[in-house]
């Protein structure tokens, strides 16, 4: 299957300050990534779709000022956590989709905002 | 509103068989998924079912009834590695994933 990275896997940084995190599709051009948030013990909460070339698509509740998404590449998308604060601290997984059935999910980056 | 209701945590015993239920009701359907997802790791695919009826992989099967809006995923000979979270995921019509809130499976041995 494909192979998508994330890097941090973890970061701790402190309240107001921003965090990139960067997800990569090693193997494949990913045209689409997903961005996922999850908060402990609950599911994944799609936050945006990634488009290369143009702008993300946001789900309803989710700041596209705050959570800024760059996908300049067609294997590099970015999430930026823009003025951090405590409660998004969260587990934060890219993922692509290369066919309907066949999803495929980075490790995931471990954010604590002190 | 689309919703995906599975149990919120099961216990099973090593070796033993465990079956874990996912019901649905999504705008659409274009499959069903599940993943299983390790405390702090990422989901990691087990079974994708489209068409009705039993897929078998290995130790774990799925199963999909779409007049019921039902499937579930069976475990078989369980090892104490198989304890997870358990997450069903439907495609919706927009190829849109609606994820369930995932089962927390503790293998006891």
């Known amino acids: 299957g494909a192979v998508v990275s994330q890097h941090p896997s973890r970061v701790i940084c402190k309240s107001g300050t921003s965090v990139k995190i960067e997800c990569r599709s090693l193997d494949f051009q990913a045209t689409t990534m997903f961005w996922y948030r999850q908060f402990p013990k609950q599911s994944l909460m799609l936050m945006a779709t990634?488009?290369?070339?143009?702008?993300?698509?946001?789900e309803q509740g989710v700041e596209k000022d705050k959570f800024l998404i760059n996908h300049a590449s067609l294997t590099l998308s970015t999430l930026t956590v823009t003025s951090a604060h405590p409660e998004d601290s969260s587990f934060y997984i890219c993922?692509?989709?290369?066919?309907?059935?066949?999803?495929?999910f980075g490790p995931g980056t471990r954010l604590t905002v002190l | 509103g689309q919703n995906i209701d599975q149990p919120t945590e099961m216990t099973a015993t090593e070796g033993a068989i465990v079956q874990i239920n996912c019901t649905y009701q999504t705008s659409g359907f274009n499959g069903l998924f599940w993943y299983q997802q390790h405390a702090g790791e990422a989901p990691t695919f087990l079974s994708y079912?489209?068409l009705d009826g039993l897929e078998e992989k290995g130790r774990f099967s799925s199963f999909l009834s779409r007049s019921k809006g039902y499937s579930y995923l069976l475990l078989k000979e369980l090892q104490m590695k198989d304890s997870a979270s358990y997450l069903c995921?439907?495609?919706?019509?927009?190829?849109?994933?609606?994820w369930g809130a995932g089962t927390k499976l503790i293998i006891k041995p």
């Open positions: 995921a439907v495609l919706d019509s927009n190829y849109q994933l609606i």
């Open positions: 990634s488009n290369e070339g143009s702008k993300a698509t946001y």
């Open positions: 079912n489209v």
């Open positions: 993922s692509t989709r290369i066919t309907d059935n066949e999803q495929f």
